[in-house]
């Protein structure tokens, strides 16, 4: 694990419901020529919405950007097989980053078998869905900080069109908070209602999976960066305590000079030494 995996402790998590494709074999090239007359859903789009148009072109321009800052801009991906497409898109959609509030968010992202189709021959439609995430990761949550970092739980749901893009999301804190209850049993309530509290109760354990495949990720990368800290700990005394062995060693060392400065001086004391003693004798 590198530095970057221990330091980085809180990311936002984003789950891919990938549908098991039918066939993963690439188009015929017969289709190519007809794929070309065929217009683009971003266009049709267009045309029905006039109203969206410049926000669904900003979306595409986004996109676009996100295609040339990894240097795929001019890739074609029509002769890939699904497999290849979606590691190739979920490629891109890896380097989009969150805004720094949004790191406690859990995202849950379905795209249908037709959306994979059409996102794999209409590039403007798949440059769309990254400038969608563009803008939507780039939102400020005002609340983060405020006591309650427990994020949101966010699900997006992507078919063959722009019209049959669908999300929705809600605070990780409430989940946690209100204990659901099976109500099933009861006719009077609505069927919608219903639906709704089990959509919440699958959303919840979902939840709660990804949050303990966090907290174990989490768990390990501490772990990992306590025994590099204790490795480093261990080089910074044992190269401090063998310099100051060095150091020790260079003090007990016997210094030549020093010993013979002290034997010229001990050879000069016996010299007065024997002539004082000759000098005291004559004056007796």
């Known amino acids: 694990m590198n530095l970057a995996n221990i330091m980085g402790l809180n990311q936002p998590t984003t789950i891919y419901n ?23 859903v971003v266009d049709t789009f267009k045309r029905r919405r006039p109203d969206c148009a410049r ?60 959306g994979w ?6 590039p403007d439609y798949e440059s769309w869905i990254l400038g969608y995430f563009v803008e939507d990761r780039s939102v400020h949550n005002p609340f983060f900080g405020w006591g309650n970092d427990a994020g949101s739980m966010i699900t997006e749901h992507f078919g063959a069109s722009i019209e049959e893009h669908h999300g ?21 309530e609505d069927w919608w209602i219903k639906r709704h509290k089990r959509i919440k109760k699958l959303l919840q354990e ?39 062995t060095a150091a020790a060693n260079d003090t007990a060392r016997p210094d030549p000079e020093g010993i013979a400065a002290s034997m010229a001086a001990a ?13 005291m004798s004559d004056v007796h």
Request: no cysteine; proline share 2%.
């Open 18 to 40: 990938t549908p098991k494709i039918s066939s993963t074999k690439k188009p015929e090239s017969s289709d190519s020529f007809k794929d070309a007359l065929e217009e683009s």
């Open 267 to 279: 050879a000069y004391v016996n010299t007065l030494d024997l002539f004082g003693t000759g000098m």
């Open 206 to 244: 979902q939840v709660e999976r990804a949050m303990k495949k966090d907290a174990a990720g989490k768990a390990a990368a501490k772990e990992e960066y306590a025994r590099q800290q204790y490795l480093s700990r261990q080089r910074q005394h044992s190269f401090l305590t063998s310099g100051t």
């Open 117 to 122: 189709e059409q996102m794999r021959k209409d």
């Open 55 to 114: 926000h669904v072109d900003q979306q595409v321009k986004a996109g676009r950007a996100v295609k040339e800052r990894n240097g795929v801009s001019g890739l074609s991906t029509k002769d890939m097989t699904m497999e290849e497409y979606q590691a190739y898109f979920y490629g891109l959609l890896e380097t989009i980053p969150y805004d720094s509030t949004r790191v406690n968010d859990t995202s849950i992202i379905t795209i249908s078998e037709e």
């Open 168 to 188: 929705e999301g809600f605070s990780k804190a409430a989940l946690k908070g209100n204990a659901d209850q099976d109500d099933d049993d009861d006719e009077e």
